[in-house]
């Protein structure tokens, strides 16, 4: 079973940081891809950032500049460096991991649970 824990959410005021944590644990083989996305309410949810194996990186176009994604491939977390926040960043955020659990295996998604971010006076 694999499982991904966020952590690292809270709240913070407008221009303030956060750094994310998500790590991986369980039958893992190899993890592909990482990343988070966020769904505040009412709204869909949407990609922040990603990092493949060999650590290229692409980001939305509203975090572009101010957030900065990686990974430890070691410890098997993906972390999220949240920087110049504004009230329109608040979300859940999602930890996504692309991973195989067997050799010969295919890669599949798994989510985190999610964690808070809110950003306000």
């Known amino acids: 079973q694999v499982q991904l824990v966020e952590s690292g959410g809270g709240l913070v005021q407008p221009g303030g940081s956060l750094r994310l944590s998500c790590a991986a644990s369980?039958?893992?083989?190899?993890?592909?891809?990482m990343g988070w996305y966020r769904q505040a309410p009412g709204r869909q949810r949407e990609l922040v950032a990603l990092?493949?194996?060999?650590?290229?990186?692409n980001y939305g176009e509203s975090v572009k500049g101010r957030f900065t994604i990686s990974r430890d491939n070691g410890k098997k977390t993906v972390y999220l460096q949240m920087n110049s926040l504004q009230p329109e960043d608040t979300a859940v955020y999602y930890c996504n991991a692309d991973l195989k659990t067997r050799i010969g295996s295919g890669a599949e998604g798994y989510w985190g649970q999610g964690t808070q971010v809110t950003v306000s006076p």
């Open positions: 369980g039958r893992i083989f190899r993890i592909d891809g």
């Open positions: 990092i493949n194996s060999n650590e290229s990186t």
